[in-house]
């Protein structure tokens, strides 16, 4: 404890003398950056559950006496733990991001050991399913108790290619049926870029099922997928994965029918650039997972 103490005085004493400045833990710079993002980030709920990651390992360690092997037992340790590669990227990238900010904001003269270390994205997930699954998909969903949504909620996510997010926080006043458009601003989607998602006729009737079960319901609710108090409704993960067993689909999620969205699209023959402009990447670069769907039309 009394080197400790004498250690710390003496760092005082060079920043107060030389302008010398002392050396940095992961605990401050992360605590830093998260202090600084909370309000503006939209993803700052997910940095907080990688934080809580990396503090396991790298809590009360000195930026300047972490290496590169440590990083790697670092992703042993996350492996160890079942996590894939997306999510240990994640939390590294995270790392580099809170050192990153505590230089260029804060001034703050450290070294950053996770730069240049951050493991290359692995090729992501790509499920999709036939329309002939999907259409036993929607009829499982009339077995399911208490989830007389989930057929509109399938058919809006394939028919729009909108995220889960997107379509459970769906507001009335965004859907112009009119127009044949449902208008999202920068705040409800997760690039922070405003898009317009036209509505083709089974996304039209899915749409006015909704209202018709909001007119019965609760006529004053804001929100598309609501329950019948007019609340939002909050998830469909249990009655997705319910009305999936019930149609013999293995492996499918939720955001799998984003994916099938751009898969037959992409099938169809409908450039990769309308596809991304639609789906709201980015990048061309997210879109470009599809390409290979469209082999056919390519000969």
């Known amino acids: 404890m009394d080197n400790s103490f004498a250690k710390w005085k003496l760092d005082d004493f060079h920043a107060a003398t030389w302008g010398a400045q002392p050396p940095r833990t992961f605990d401050e710079v992360m605590l830093k950056y998260l202090e600084a993002t909370r309000e503006i980030k939209k993803s700052w709920q997910l940095d907080q559950y990688g934080a809580k990651a990396l503090y396991r390992f790298f809590t009360g360690q000195r930026l300047d006496r972490i290496v590169g092997a440590d990083l790697l037992q670092f992703r042993k340790f996350r ?3 079942g996590c894939g590669m997306h999510t240990i990227r994640r939390e590294l990238a995270l790392f580099n991001r809170a050192i990153s900010f505590a230089q260029d904001e804060l001034g703050w003269m450290i070294p950053n050991p996770v730069k240049g270390r ?5 090729e992501g997930r790509l ?4 329309p002939a699954e999907a259409v036993a998909l929607v009829e ?6 208490r989830a007389t949504h989930l057929a509109d909620f399938i058919l809006l996510a394939l028919h729009t290619g909108c995220r889960r ?3 459970l926080g769906l507001e009335w006043s965004r859907v112009d049926f009119h127009g044949g458009l449902i208008h999202m601003e920068g705040e409800h989607t997760k690039a922070g870029k405003r898009r317009s998602v036209p509505i083709n006729e089974t996304a039209r009737a899915a749409l006015l099922s909704r209202a018709r079960f909001r007119a019965a319901h609760c006529p004053h609710s804001p929100w598309v997928f609501a329950h019948l108090d007019g609340n939002r409704l909050g998830s469909v993960k249990n009655s997705f994965r319910k009305a999936c067993q019930l149609a013999g689909i293995d492996d499918f999620r939720v955001h799998d029918l984003r994916h099938t969205c751009a898969a037959w699209l992409v099938s169809s023959g409908v450039p990769l650039s309308e596809i991304r402009d639609l789906l709201g990447h980015a990048s061309i670069k997210q879109t470009e997972k599809y390409a290979h769907l469209a082999q056919e039309n390519v000969r």
């Open 79 to 81: 492996e160890s733990e």
């Open 118 to 122: 951050v493991p290359p994205l692995p």
């Open 127 to 130: 499920r999709w399913i036939s």
């Open 140 to 145: 499982a969903t009339g077995k399911v108790v």
């Open 165 to 167: 997010g997107e379509l």
